[in-house]
């Protein structure tokens, strides 16, 4: 069987550049194609270069279409807006489409599901193992503890990043909720500010820390009377995230068109 081709969209972004690199060393996949916005300085370079690999032959180029024609898949951590108009393409195309992009409204979500009607999409908050494995831990936490052990997420990433909580905080609280049986959009607690009065029973809160260049830290903590159970990961590579979501462009290549999550590219499913 022939290389998987990957464009890579964002690709003069750390994560862009990241992904790169991961095609480069990880069997099975090729890079094809590289995509950045109309105006970027990178138009024209080499992506391996711009990577730091040295020439790949391929340029960097404001066209996704074309790009997107030559490919099987597209790897994507770019915005949710860039992200649902390459979703669209992909869905146009027919070609697997990996997404790594965090922020995404409803809205945008919506998007991405109509697009998987007609291409093969993984989507989620967190493309690495450690992380999709600690979503488990926690939705069986979760379930096993009554609500006597509040729910607390604690995250912490670089200074630069735009959105909270993070996509994998909330990937987190996801799984704690679908633990207890619940509504995470119902019962969770964003922002304390004031006179809070005493914390709701059952209630998932979250709590976000910025500064300089933490790759992401996340904490899942169960605070019962006289205990408290923390479940924590540490991102110390953005290259964890980029060879994941390779991993994920790998396992969804031939599949059947749909929405999978890296759950689903783990095998971490019931």
Not at 24 to 33: F, M, N, P, T, Y
Not at 62 to 77: I, K, N, R, T
Request: charged share 25%; hydrophobic share 45%.
């Amino acid at each position: 069987m022939s290389d998987m081709r990957l464009v890579v969209v964002g690709a003069a972004g750390r994560m862009g550049q990241a992904l790169i690199r991961a095609i480069d060393e990880i069997d099975g996949a090729v890079l094809s194609g590289a995509i950045e916005r109309e105006g970027s300085d990178a138009l024209g370079r080499d992506a391996g270069e711009l990577a730091g690999l040295g020439p790949l032959g391929v340029p960097v180029t404001d066209d996704p279409l074309s790009a997107f024609l030559e490919a099987d898949g597209v790897v994507d951590f770019t915005s949710p807006d860039a992200t649902c108009s390459f979703a669209e393409l992909c869905a146009q195309v027919r070609i697997v489409h990996v997404i790594g992009t965090t922020g995404c409204e409803p809205r945008h979500d919506e998007a991405i599901e109509a697009a998987a009607r007609h291409a093969t999409i993984v989507k989620s908050g967190n493309m690495s193992l450690g992380v999709n494995l600690l979503a488990g831990l926690v939705r069986k936490a979760a379930a096993a503890l009554d609500e006597d052990f509040d729910i607390e997420v604690l995250e912490m990433h670089h200074k630069h990043k735009v959105d909270a909580p993070s996509g994998t905080a909330l990937l987190l609280g996801e799984a704690a909720a679908e633990g207890r049986g619940i509504d995470l959009k119902a019962r969770s607690v964003r922002v304390r500010d004031g006179i809070t009065g005493a914390r709701g029973r059952g209630d998932i809160g979250f709590a976000t820390l910025r500064g300089g260049s933490v790759i992401g830290e996340h904490s899942v903590i169960f605070a019962g009377e006289g205990e408290r159970i923390e479940l924590t990961h540490q991102a110390q590579d953005r290259a964890i995230f980029a060879r994941g979501a390779i991993k994920a462009a790998l396992w969804a290549h031939g599949r059947k068109r749909g929405l999978y999550s890296m759950a689903d590219v783990l095998g971490l499913t019931d």
